[in-house]
């Protein structure tokens, strides 16, 4: 390069650099734009729902809210549990069943039945549970399989509520764990709290649950005289469930055994090599009270402050940078129409695949690349072990209770629609 042409470069590549700069300079309020507007535009969306749900369901006061019907209860609860909340909601479920353990009758009676002395079938009693559980919550209370899965569910406690193994307390206590569970949970670690509305909606479907269930109210205040509303429910149903826990929630080995069990169902889809870090999680979420009562140790102060970070990492995220759920995106666990032999399927799975259908998705999707890559079975494998055609409601339990129970189901079901017909619990 000669001085001369030299001499042209180095004004052009000057002002080149000018240019350049100012158009950086430009960019800087659009850039500032979208960091401040794009997390205020999502957190306006985020509540949209919340008010469309308000709005929808016209009950501006709590005395109000005393109206509040059990089909109204129940479409509220779904879009807590489906769109809103999906994640915190399933697992306060499941650590709401898992927190019944704490109580010694209650493990003491699960260690007996041997439904947690192996693997295989705390996994199997997992499923069914859940399946149960996802069949109330997930169709409307008028349904045939909302009916049938409370009128199974009922037939398999029934021997053992009338021989006095299970206690009525105890049916009341897992009932107000889960009721209370997911409001915790959410309220704990989600991006925003629930409404009244939607406690009230919690509270209203599940004193009709249970209801269904045959459920006695007579520990509770106002068990006799009759509850206001959804709210008062739940209030009462708290306070007693806290009293209950001071009393009977003490250490136990049969309460580890338990615990144990439902511990490696909880960890099954890790890594062996992520187990410790699995049971610290665990621990993690427990209070001292349940901890002290299976017997586990609390969790380190480094995984404790990681968990607690990540956990308001992920509240903070939801609460501004992701936009709502879609409908079509919603949260579904069970197949909504029946196959050709009326037959219902899990549409994933978190433990073994019970009841999963082995579609082409199933056993060569994402999911199922994960769980083979861990050494585990994907749905179609093992021939029948994991029931690939499927449930049928009344045969969901133990497998010594297949079968059984038809009698007593149809009576149930015949009363069941004498009086849950979808209206107000409450008059």
């Not at 149903?237 to 511990?263: F, G, H, L």
Request: charged content about 20%; hydrophobic content about 40%; overall charge positive.
């Amino acid at each position: 390069m000669d001085n001369n042409t030299a001499f042209l470069v180095k004004p052009l590549s000057g002002a080149a650099r000018a240019i350049l700069n100012s158009s950086s300079q430009q960019w800087i309020p659009y850039a500032l734009g979208l960091l401040v507007g794009y997390p205020l535009l999502t957190s306006s969306f985020r509540y949209h729902r919340r008010n469309k749900l308000q709005k929808q369901y016209n009950y501006p006061t709590r005395e109000s809210m005393a109206a509040m019907t059990d089909e109204e209860a129940f479409q509220i609860q779904k879009s807590v549990a489906q769109l809103e909340f999906p994640f915190m909601f399933i697992k306060s479920l499941q650590f709401a069943l898992f927190r019944t353990y704490g109580i010694p009758t209650i493990s003491s009676l699960l260690t007996k039945t041997s439904e947690f002395s192996s693997p295989e079938t705390s996994l199997k009693r997992y499923t069914d549970t859940s399946a149960l559980v996802q069949e109330m919550i997930g169709n409307s209370p008028t349904s045939a399989r909302a009916y049938t899965s409370f009128a199974r569910t009922r037939f398999l406690h029934a021997g053992y509520r009338a021989s006095g193994k299970i206690l009525d307390q105890d049916m009341l206590y897992t009932l107000a764990l889960f009721a209370l569970e997911p409001i915790r949970f959410i309220d704990r670690f989600e991006w925003r709290s629930l409404s009244d509305l939607e406690r009230c909606a919690i509270g209203t479907f599940w004193k009709s649950a249970g209801d269904a269930l045959d459920i006695s109210y007579e520990a509770l205040p106002s068990g006799k005289a009759g509850f206001k509303d959804g709210i008062q429910w739940l209030e009462e149903i708290d306070a007693w469930s806290q009293e209950y826990e001071a009393k009977c929630m003490v250490p136990d080995v049969k309460n580890r055994e338990t615990a144990d069990q439902t511990t490696a169902v909880l960890l099954y889809m890790l890594p062996t090599v992520l187990h410790p870090v699995g049971l610290q999680f665990v621990s993690f979420m427990m209070d001292d009270r349940l901890r002290k009562a299976m017997l586990y140790d609390p969790p380190s102060a480094f995984f404790s402050g990681l968990f607690s970070t990540l956990l308001t990492v992920r509240k903070l995220f939801l609460r501004y940078l992701s936009p709502p759920r879609p409908y079509f995106l919603r949260y579904a666990s069970f197949t909504v129409e029946p196959d050709e032999h009326n037959r219902f399927f899990l549409t994933q799975w978190e433990a073994a695949p019970y009841y999963v259908k082995p579609t082409f998705w199933n056993r060569w999707g994402p999911m199922a690349w994960l769980t083979r890559a861990l050494g585990r079975p994907v749905p179609g494998d093992e021939g029948n072990k994991y029931y690939p055609s499927g449930y049928n409601i009344p045969d969901v339990g133990p497998k010594y209770f297949e079968g059984k129970g038809r009698k007593a189901l149809e009576e149930t079901m015949e009363e069941l629609k004498g009086y849950r017909t979808g209206k107000c619990p409450f008059h």
